[in-house]
């Protein structure tokens, strides 16, 4: 009775002071720090829920760590006038089977819940509403849009001369506009080196590699202006590598896509625009098209 006493007299005070604290916690918090809002994507809250789930199971099981290394260190501590080594304990049966199961429970938990929301976030959309074709490019982006036919060449990201601690220029950092709440094909190529397509708000990113095509499939569920960069490191000016996705309302995209249209800015910026394929032992467009001639 005694002892139930003093786990109670224990358990209150720290489920009191569990409550409170998160009670306290602010919505960054709650999310496990990461950027951006819940809904911003379909699949942020998948992200954002196995991200945090994760992390309190560590944290339990480190409290349980923590606390039984605490225990061993203050029980079995030595006592005074105590001499020579504590009582060795070997081949403890149930002990070994508990280190040995729950570390597999744990491992197989992870692997299941992240297959399956991988699986999810990477199901191919049967009947997109829009495919944008993007590519990657020592140090700025090439966005089309292929449903419109039209295109928009971006710049490496410029400072403001005027400005005294080299703020970029906003209004020349490549754009990608996107309509709220469609269905969003995203083919991924690179002209030159492996380049990372990342939105950081979306909790998304996926690689770009020459020679091969990569697909994101996303529906924007918040209308505003996210931040983008690419996250593999690909030479000198890498840190310029960035981009805004401005996700508007449906009157609004098709808006700017006929504005693109208008300006001129028909067709589609595609594989002829490979740094690669001058390199050596690949035969160039120009080449190409001179034998063609000659024929």
Request: net charge neutral.
């Amino acid at each position: 009775m005694r002892s139930n006493r003093r786990l109670r007299w224990v358990a209150i005070p720290v489920m009191v002071s569990m409550g409170l604290l998160l009670a306290g916690c602010s919505q960054q918090q709650l999310q496990g720090f990461l950027p951006g809002e819940q809904g911003t994507t379909n699949n942020t809250d998948k992200v954002t829920g196995l991200w945090v789930t994760s992390w309190l199971v560590l944290l339990a099981v480190g409290v349980i760590t923590w606390g039984l290394t605490i225990w061993a260190v203050v029980v079995f501590r030595r006592r005074r006038g105590q001499t020579g080594l504590p009582v060795q304990l070997r081949y403890n049966m149930p002990i070994e089977i508990f280190y040995t199961v729950v570390p597999l429970i744990l491992v197989l938990g992870f692997f299941a819940f992240t297959a399956k929301d991988q699986a999810e976030i990477e199901q191919p959309y049967a009947a997109p509403d829009e495919v944008i074709s993007v590519y990657g490019k020592q140090w700025a982006w090439d966005f089309n849009y292929v449903n419109q036919n039209v295109y928009t060449a971006g710049v490496q990201a410029q400072q403001n001369p005027a400005d005294a601690k080299g703020a970029l220029v906003e209004s020349e950092i490549p754009t990608l506009v996107l309509p709220v709440d469609k269905k969003i094909t995203i083919e991924l190529h690179a002209r030159d080196v492996i380049h990372s397509f990342w939105v950081i708000d979306f909790l998304y990113k996926k690689d770009m590699i020459p020679g091969k095509t990569n697909y994101m499939y996303v529906t924007p569920e918040r209308i505003g202006t996210f931040a983008g960069k690419c996250a593999e490191l690909c030479g000198e000016y890498h840190s310029d590598m960035l981009f805004n996705v401005k996700v508007v309302s449906q009157a609004d995209y098709d808006a700017y896509t006929k504005s693109l249209a208008d300006k001129g800015f028909n067709g589609q910026m595609g594989d002829d625009y490979n740094r690669n394929t001058n390199l050596p032992g690949t035969v160039s467009p120009l080449a190409e098209s001179s034998s063609d001639t000659s024929k």
